[in-house]
């Protein structure tokens, strides 16, 4: 049987937001009709809005549906760009190399075309950003600065971030904040109307947006949700029918958000003893290739951590280096045992790419090409983490013999 | 498999045979096109698309493989510092030498694979013995075991050209298209993959540098100039520009590329003739001549697409070591150093060397 461990790259869908989806997708109405089919489709749609923020800690007019993490994070980025260099004034998106494609690749576009100047924050060697770092970032570029971009919690190494610290230095520099918590949505308690007033952020600074995507929760694929601080003003990236505050046109899609609010409600409760049940497996997961391979290395933060806020590692994250193996051999080996897991990023032809993420932590190059993820989530069991640490030696034997591709090659 | 017609079939006939197969596209660039675009017909993320596509349909797992590193280092560099050292080398054999049948052949049986399995024109006869040996295509007009000649014994026993006794191209298209394959009407692919556009000598300019240079006869009397030897190759006749016509009014060619004086030779017809040509770097394609010493009648080639020449050859001492020496029975046309030869015994595949000497069969030193 096929054993699933990448819930970072996608969870499978809940079957309580499956037969949400299914039952919405019958019902006849656009949310922008003025009828009664209409209003019955709005009704839907205000209903999984008002869920939907409840699980992010802000008010439902706050929340923007979209097509998911990379929309809601180039709107985010973008759009705050757009409307605080209005005047070519405050050119500066701070942000660490450690973001997700989403986040470097919209920066660096808006460096190319936009005349944005990208100011980087070193990272920790566990994964997470350096405040100190980030402190000085923000005196020296002193009003302007258009935005300040982090993750909730990185989605290779699952490093949760501190987000209080970085919630203060924003508002106190009087900068808006956008947090990426998609890979933290579901695991982490995320409450954004709680961030702000213990940073004392009023107005349009300090944490001001936040982006997730459904189908990381278990809800569909295609749709997600920027949460976006009513005194906060952004340019859209789509023009057209001015639905959801003018920001962000377009037929909504009431059938995948009230599957997502359904899938966010689950989620939410269950959290607490899911991130306790995922983290044990996950533990034992840990353990036990540290066990059979004794130079593989856990990359973020050790699991002894924790602290009493909350995990500082995703509970269902486990990511290692393997010396002397590449990752993409690695993966291929488990495929071929049935095992899915992930190398982390890779490119549009499928080729993986040495982590972005370990480089920006100080990682050589060849501890950033032996990298795997292995990711649990809510379907997953101790039979499965069984049957990965019972393929993984083998598995580590032949990539090992395999090697990295940078060596010298000769048939014997 | 790069997306193109002939590996999407071979990997389904591998299928078709029993084997356990598993598709692989290999990256041979950090930043591939999005679209192909004209006679290039691999390594963009279209192909690589065509590929998975073909290998759904076939019904295989399919993955892509990274050899952008040693592509460019083995076969790309390569090839610039050849054509900087005036030599002519053929990238495809190279990059079966040093990625396909290697870095790929040995990284697939660390893990656990028999062989590699390509869409080559190309038969292999294997003996009882397990000796194995490469020969032509049934079709004559699609063979490619040319560019298969660098490989030893050891790679041969390790690989699989299921199209090798194919009658004609035309039928593996009409197989694709049987099968379902939306790759069988896809063009061929003939221009060197790295070079996006085709244009061999404007890429090269971009990276050996164009510095105008003087074209000699043989008497070394300047006949004309030029805008960087690189762009030459002996046997060359077009783009010469020469301004001052040839004493006997006939057309003159390319006989000789000197990249360290950026100087271009050029003569008559006549003098292109080559007698012999002999080469250090040599391997075998599978198992060596018994008595390397003695002449021995073979047939030799020396383009992809040349035609086989009779000839005798031998294994001959040299100071430091030995060379392949082959003397055709009707002198060569068109031979640059760089170029490999692939020797011949009937439609069997002896070996190849690159060539680094020749001898001319017209020892004129003066242009008429």
Redesign the interface.
Known sequence: MAIYLDHSATTPMREEAAEAWLATSRAIGNSSSIHSHGQSARQALEEARETVARTLGVDAIEVLFVSGGTEAINLAIKGLYWSRNADGGRPVVVASRGEHHATLDTIEWLAEHEGAEAAWVRLSDDGSIDVDDLARVLRAHAGRVALVTVLAANNEVGTVESLEPIARLTTVAGVPLHIDAVAAYGHVRLDLGALRSSAGATGAMGPVALSVSAHKIGGPQGIGALALDRSTTIEPLLHGGGQQRRLRSGTQDVASAVAFARAAEVTVKEMAGEDARISSLRESLVRGVLDAVPDAVLNGVSLSADDEHGPVRLPGNAHFSFPGCQG??IL??L??AGISVSTGSAC?????EPSHVLLAMGRSEEVARSALRVTLGHTTTQDDVDAFLAAIPGVIR??R???L??RD???? | MSGGVDSAVAAARAVDAGHEV?GV?L?LSRM?GTLRTGSRGCCT?ED?MDA?RAANLIGI?Y????????FKLDVVDDFVAEYSAGRTPNPCMRCNEKIK???L???A????FDAVCTGHYARLDRSASGAVELHRASDEAKDQSYVLGVL?A??LA?SMFPLGETPSKAVVRAEAAARGLSVASKPDSHDICFIPDGDTRGWLAERVGAETGSILDRAGNVVGDHDGAHAFTVGQRRGLRLGVPADDGKPRFVLEVRPKTNEVVVGPKEALAIAEIAGARFSWAGEPLDEPGDWFDCDVQIRAHADPVPARARIAPTSDGEEFVVVPARPLDGVAPGQTAVVYLGTRVLGQFTIDRTVSAVPVTVDA
């Not at chain 1, 090659?409 to 014997?412: C, E, F, G, L, N």
């Not at chain 2, 049986?109 to 656990?112: E, H, K, N, Q, R």
């Open positions: 993409d051999s291929f080996l495929d071929m549009q032809a499928g080729v993986p032949s990539a013999k395999a090697g591709s940078e090659v000769a048939v014997r | 598993v596209h990256a591939p993320i690589s998975q797992p993955y892509v493989w990274d050899f952008s590193e040693r049948f290697a870095a052949l040995e990284k049986v660390d893990l656990g030893t050891e790679q390790h």
